[in-house]
T-cell receptor, first 113, second 112 residues
Framework: GENVEQHPSTLSVQEGDSAVIKCTYSDSASNYFPWYKQELGKRPQLIIDIRSNVGEKKDQRIAVTLNKTAKHFSLHITETQPEDSAVYFCAARSNNAGNMLTFGGGTRLMVKP | DVKVTQSSRYLVKRTGEKVFLECVQDMDHENMFWYRQDPGLGLRLIYFSYDVKMKEKGDIPEGYSVSREKKERFSLILESASTNQTSMYLC???????????FGPGTRLTVL
């Protein structure tokens, strides 16, 4: 089945700096890659996603890039703010896995004011 | 707004007890999911359901069963709770198989 690895597991940045979280996947049939943000004590919520027919997608301060050849995708957050502090999960969906989402292990991002 | 609710935020049970975790969604979603969340392991799929009375095993179904008698409700059952089932359990729902999954607030289960 699909395997998704996420790095780093923890990331600490200064407010205003950029943050990058990287994920790799194993199944070349994966075609959808969402990112979820989970604030402390709250439920995960979708913040951005990308499909395999595009290489990059932006939404204000967040962007996601996808390299299908290398089977990796990344989340980029620019001008980080304290409210960006959370755990971020990447995921991949593959036709070979019943179209279910396989999640990475998560990254705890801490933005220091 | 989609609302996914779970019956308990915190639950403490003893080894060997039967445990029921309930999830309800109010948006007429076809699909419902149960995940467990453990540090460093992300979210792992236990079971999912595409329709009433339909269920499919996820990646880690051992020790769990599910029930979906009504479209809006999806229950996770631990027949005989064990300490290694201490975890955060998250329910989710989606309109279709390819749509965004909306999560519930989670149930933190401790098995003593």
């Amino acid at each position: 089945g699909e395997n998704v690895e996420q790095h780093p597991s923890t990331l600490s940045v200064q407010e205003g700096d950029s943050a990058v979280i990287k994920c790799t996947y194993s199944d070349s049939a994966s075609n959808y890659f969402p990112w979820y943000k989970q604030e402390l004590g709250k439920r995960p919520q979708l913040i951005i996603d990308i499909r395999s027919n595009v290489g990059e997608k932006k939404d204000q301060r967040i962007a996601v890039t996808l390299n299908k050849t290398a089977k990796h995708f990344s989340l980029h957050i620019t001008e980080t703010q304290p409210e960006d502090s959370a755990v971020y999960f990447c995921a991949a969906r593959s036709n070979n896995a019943g179209n279910m989402l396989t999640f990475g292990g998560g990254t705890r991002l801490m933005v220091k004011p | 707004d989609v609302k996914v609710t779970q019956s308990s935020r915190y639950l403490v049970k003893r080894t060997g007890e039967k445990v029921f975790l309930e999830c309800v969604q109010d948006m007429d979603h076809e699909n419902m999911f149960w995940y467990r969340q453990d540090p460093g392991l992300g979210l792992r799929l236990i079971y999912f359901s595409y329709d009433v009375k339909m269920k499919e095993k996820g990646d880690i179904p051992e020790g769990y069963s599910v029930s979906r008698e009504k479209k809006e409700r999806f229950s996770l059952i631990l027949e005989s709770a064990s300490t290694n089932q201490t975890s955060m359990y998250l329910c989710a729902s989606s309109l279709g198989r390819y749509n965004e999954q909306f999560f519930g607030p989670g149930t933190r289960l401790t098995v003593l």
